[in-house]
């Protein structure tokens, strides 16, 4: 069981060499020509995919020792691509070890390849697909007391897929209701009530959430480790 989730979570970064327009092609069986930004974008996500695999293997790692089951189910990308945004709006030592942590030497990657690689893949794994329905996103709630700059909210926008809100935390019942109506909304009604219960405390919530129905089809004819799999 292990093994089949480790090679499942090698999907997710496997996924991310294919170009969203090449994906929907190689799933209709024909070659797409892509633009200059697509492929920048598809070069910094072939530069991430191996932070995300040691990644995905060191948190796969400290979960397996904690947990006292066999079945672990996670969702690296999903941490990686949370936190990934959450230091857009970080500075200083919080923004690098946001981002060390993930497992990126910043010396070798520089910041702005990182989100790009972020953005291709998001679009990429989002892309309309009849096979593999997914959609992936994050919400970021932030208390009113603390103000939103602009460039912050179009970062979230373009490069991750996710929106940033002011909300006011005090109102813990109508912050629920706009964390749990965001998600429903953004996972097409799969998870409803996601927070049950919310501490008027509580300055800002970051949120992921994704939703997938892997249908018996072999989509990857570079990946042969998912013959197995599925
Ligand atoms: C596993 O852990 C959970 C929570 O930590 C606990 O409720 C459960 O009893 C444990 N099961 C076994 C078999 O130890
Ligand atoms: C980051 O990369 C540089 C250059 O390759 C290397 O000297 C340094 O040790 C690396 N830092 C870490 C924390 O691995
Ligand atoms: C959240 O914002 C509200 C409205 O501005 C404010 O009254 C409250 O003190 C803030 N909460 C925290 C924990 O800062």
Same mark, same amino acid.
Request: contains cysteine; aromatic residues 8%; proline residues 3%.
């Given at each position: 069981?292990?093994?089949?989730?480790?090679?499942?979570?090698?999907?997710?970064?496997?996924?991310?060499?294919?170009?969203?327009?090449?994906? #929907?092609?190689?799933?209709?069986?024909?070659?797409?020509?892509?633009?200059?930004?697509?492929? $920048?974008?598809?070069?910094?996500? $072939?530069?991430?995919?191996?932070?995300?695999?040691?990644?995905? @293997?060191?948190?796969?790692?400290?979960?397996? $020792?904690?947990?006292?089951?066999?079945?672990?189910? @996670?969702?690296?990308? &999903?941490?990686?691509?949370?936190?990934?945004?959450? !230091?857009?709006?970080? %500075?200083?030592?919080?923004?690098?070890?946001?981002?060390?942590?993930?497992?990126?030497?910043?010396?070798?990657?520089? /910041? #702005?390849?990182?989100? =790009?690689? @972020?953005?291709?893949?998001?679009?990429?794994?989002?892309?309309?697909?009849?096979?593999?329905?997914?959609?992936?996103?994050?919400?970021?709630?932030?208390? /009113? &007391?603390?103000?939103?700059?602009?460039?912050?909210?179009?970062?979230?926008?373009?490069?991750?897929?996710?929106?940033?809100?002011?909300?006011?935390?005090?109102?813990? *019942? *109508? #912050? %629920?209701? =706009?964390?749990?109506?965001?998600? *429903?909304?953004? !996972?097409?009604?799969?998870?409803?009530?996601?927070? %049950?219960?919310?501490?008027?405390?509580?300055?800002? #919530?970051?949120?992921?959430?994704?939703?997938?129905?892997?249908?018996?089809?072999?989509?990857?004819?570079?990946?042969?480790?998912? %013959?197995?799999?599925?």
């Amino acid at each position: 069981m292990a093994l089949s989730i480790t090679r499942g979570l090698l999907l997710l970064a496997a996924l991310c060499c294919l170009a969203p327009t090449s994906l #929907a092609g190689v799933l209709q069986g024909h070659a797409v020509q892509e633009t200059d930004d697509t492929s $920048h974008q598809e070069a910094a996500c $072939h530069k991430i995919a191996p932070n995300l695999a040691n990644f995905a @293997f060191s948190i796969y790692h400290k979960l397996a $020792h904690q947990s006292n089951t066999s079945n672990i189910f @996670f969702s690296p990308v &999903s941490i990686a691509s949370a936190f990934a945004m959450l !230091s857009l709006g970080a %500075k200083g030592n919080t923004h690098t070890e946001i981002l060390e942590g993930l497992g990126f030497n910043l010396t070798e990657l520089a /910041e #702005a390849e990182i989100h =790009k690689g @972020f953005q291709h893949l998001l679009h990429t794994l989002n892309q309309p697909n009849h096979q593999l329905q997914l959609t992936t996103g994050n919400g970021l709630f932030i208390n /009113e &007391s603390a103000k939103l700059v602009d460039t912050f909210l179009e970062d979230v926008k373009n490069l991750y897929h996710s929106k940033a809100f002011s909300i006011n935390f005090r109102d813990a *019942e *109508e #912050a %629920k209701k =706009k964390i749990n109506d965001y998600v *429903e909304k953004g !996972s097409h009604g799969k998870i409803v009530d996601l927070v %049950k219960d919310l501490d008027q405390d509580t300055v800002f #919530a970051l949120v992921n959430y994704i939703s997938f129905k892997v249908l018996p089809i072999y989509i990857c004819p570079n990946c042969p480790f998912l %013959k197995r799999t599925i």
